[in-house]
């Protein structure tokens, strides 16, 4: 079974910063690509950032030059850094995985739980 599970939330003054991170754990083949998203009170979940299997980035334009992606392959982790943190980033981050899993082969997205994020202004 596939679990991938969130760390590193919490509350911080705007302009402050944060680093997410996500384990991935379980039984599986591959991951071909991560990525966090997030969701504001009242509001759908959205993309902030995603990151392919060979490193090639994108992110949403309300965090760009403020929040970096990055993956470590041989740890299957993914990783957020948020700087210059805005009261509007306020809210839960998903992390996300598209994972090919054996017997029988499948690719399909896995999800975190989520971890709270609160910037207070």
């Known amino acids: 079974q596939v679990q991938l599970v969130e760390s590193g939330g919490g509350l911080v003054q705007a302009g402050g910063s944060l680093r997410l991170s996500c384990a991935a754990s379980g039984s599986f083949a591959s991951i071909n690509g991560m990525g966090w998203y997030r969701q504001a009170p009242g509001k759908q979940r959205e993309l902030v950032a995603t990151?392919?299997?060979?490193?090639?980035?994108h992110y949403a334009d309300s965090v760009k030059g403020r929040f970096t992606i990055s993956k470590d392959n041989a740890k299957n982790m993914v990783y957020l850094q948020m700087n210059s943190l805005k009261p509007e980033d306020t809210g839960i981050y998903y992390c996300?995985?598209?994972?090919?899993?054996?017997?029988?082969?499948?690719?399909?997205?896995?999800w975190g739980q989520g971890t709270q994020v609160t910037v207070s202004s």
């Open positions: 996300q995985g598209t994972i090919v899993t054996m017997l029988p082969r499948s690719e399909r997205d896995y």
């Open positions: 990151i392919t299997r060979g490193m090639t980035t």
